[in-house]
């Protein structure tokens, strides 16, 4: 069976710090783009950043620029996602995607089932 998971969310206060990782169970990451999504609830999953397979990195529209970090890690097949000086509106579930290229929200062929990352002090 084929699935992404994710793993490292929680509560954090504004201005600490969370690192996100993405795994796959049943394929490797290494052969697809990755990126990261968030939502909260009422509103529309929003991208946040991508890596391909090249290592090229798209940072999504109204994402935390210059906050936000993504890395592979080649000798564990994982994805991690670095989250500085977060804020209370960066709350939400974030979710990993696999994807041939770092696209649209509906070219991924693959989601996980998202971890929940609060900031609250």
């Known amino acids: 069976q084929l699935q992404l998971v994710e793993s490292g969310g929680g509560l954090v206060q504004p201005g600490g710090s969370l690192k996100l990782s993405c795994a796959a169970s049943?394929?490797?990451?290494?052969?697809?783009?990755i990126g990261w999504f968030r939502q909260v609830p009422g509103k529309e999953r929003e991208g946040v950043i991508c890596?391909?397979?090249?290592?090229?990195?798209?940072i999504y529209p109204d994402s935390a620029r210059d906050r936000f970090t993504i890395s592979r890690d080649n000798a564990k097949h994982t994805v991690s996602l670095q989250m500085n000086t977060l804020r209370p509106e960066d709350t939400a579930v974030y979710y990993c995607?696999?994807?041939?290229?770092?696209?649209?929200?509906?070219?991924?062929?693959?989601w996980g089932q998202g971890t929940q990352v609060t900031v609250s002090s």
């Open positions: 995607a696999a994807g041939s290229f770092c696209g649209r929200l509906d070219e991924y062929e693959y």
């Open positions: 890596i391909s397979t090249s290592g090229a990195i798209t």
């Open positions: 049943g394929f490797t990451l290494d052969n697809y783009g």
